[in-house]
């Protein structure tokens, strides 16, 4: 099996567009659009929209640290850009390939003040400068949240659909837990994306146990889900995840830095079962800048630290290309 190297062609499926442009281009960005920053000093402002090892953020305190890179990114001016950097530096930095990027457009029009179509042709035209000046297949997931109303979720949908022929690839729902919510209720919704064509995708199984997985199977039938991790806790999930041949978006760094795994050796001992288990998996990262990390970043950690083999990445290397929205 070919090796991993610098020049292996590399794709991935998981990244948040509020956690993967550079700080000084967010810096940049926050100051061109007037935004009142809490600091006027540059290294305290990477520090406030980045994780940093020496002070461990639990999961909620780290879904916060989206508030302020939503909040830069919440012009059409600056989400064009954020989407540019974000294709463009992926391939030069990682030689990324294949890029799916995913960001909920209603938290950058700024409670309506913006257009939503504006943000929407804002990101469209991000991606197809990227994709003009390097040899990079990108398309665009829309998330839904879990915090938002039906009808806001439902009016992305619609957003998503509208942008199909455009660059939009694929539906997640994401965000923070919110009390009441149901991922059943978008059963229609999803169904509707899907037979139009979209890839699904769902954030479960990661703060939430397995029993989410098993739900979110049941009630919204996704091609892939992101995280998925707690799934290794339960033997009917793995099934459900096997039988439908869903793909799992793993984000090691970002696991263990919001405490959802220990450290490396419950990381170990999950990879271990689903190899042992022939569950489809894929490396990702989350959101590279917020996280200080990148994608060969995540790989090297991985076989550093004895969790997986090189032709075990080799594997979820191809997988994460099989397993892409992107048609073409």
């Not at 600091?39 to 909620?60: G, H, S």
């Not at 799934?231 to 760094?253: F, H, V």
């Amino acid at each position: 099996m070919a090796a991993l190297n610098s020049e292996t062609k590399l794709a991935e499926l998981h990244v948040h567009l509020g956690g993967a442009v550079d700080p000084a281009v967010m810096w940049e960005m926050a100051h061109t659009q007037g935004i009142r920053l809490p600091t006027k000093d540059y290294w305290k402002f990477v520090d406030m929209i980045t994780e940093n090892p020496k002070k461990p953020k639990d999961f909620d305190d780290y879904l916060l640290l989206f508030n302020w890179t939503e909040l830069i990114q919440s012009s059409p001016i600056a989400v064009e850009r954020s989407v540019y950097q974000t294709i463009a530096g992926a391939y030069r930095k990682n030689n990324i390939t294949c890029l799916e990027l995913r960001f909920n457009p209603m938290k950058r029009n700024r409670n309506g003040e913006q257009d939503l179509d504006h943000i929407m042709m804002a990101a469209i035209r991000g991606l197809d400068r990227a994709s003009l000046e390097y040899p990079v297949k990108a398309g665009m997931i829309i998330c839904l949240d879990r915090g938002f109303t039906y009808r806001q979720n439902e009016i992305l949908v619609q957003k998503a659909l509208k942008y199909q022929s455009r660059g939009v690839i694929g539906l997640d729902i994401a965000g923070p837990r919110h009390k009441g919510f149901d991922y059943a209720a978008y059963r229609s919704l999803y169904r509707k994306a899907r037979h139009a064509g979209l890839g699904l995708t769902v954030h479960t199984g990661e703060e939430e146990d397995y029993r989410s997985v098993m739900h979110v199977i049941e009630s919204l039938e996704p091609d892939r889900i992101g995280h998925g991790i707690k799934s290794a806790d339960n033997e009917r999930a793995m099934e459900m995840l096997k039988g439908n041949g869903i793909t799992l978006e793993i984000c090691p760094t970002s696991n263990i830095s919001t405490g959802v795994v220990s450290g490396p050796n419950e990381l170990k001992r999950i990879f271990s079962i689903f190899n042992a288990r022939k569950i489809k998996y894929t490396i990702n990262t989350d959101g590279p800048e917020m996280l200080v990390t990148h994608l060969r970043k995540e790989m090297a950690f991985l076989l550093d630290s004895g969790i997986l083999t090189e032709a075990d990445l080799v594997r979820a290397n191809r997988r994460a290309f099989a397993a892409s929205f992107i048609k073409g």
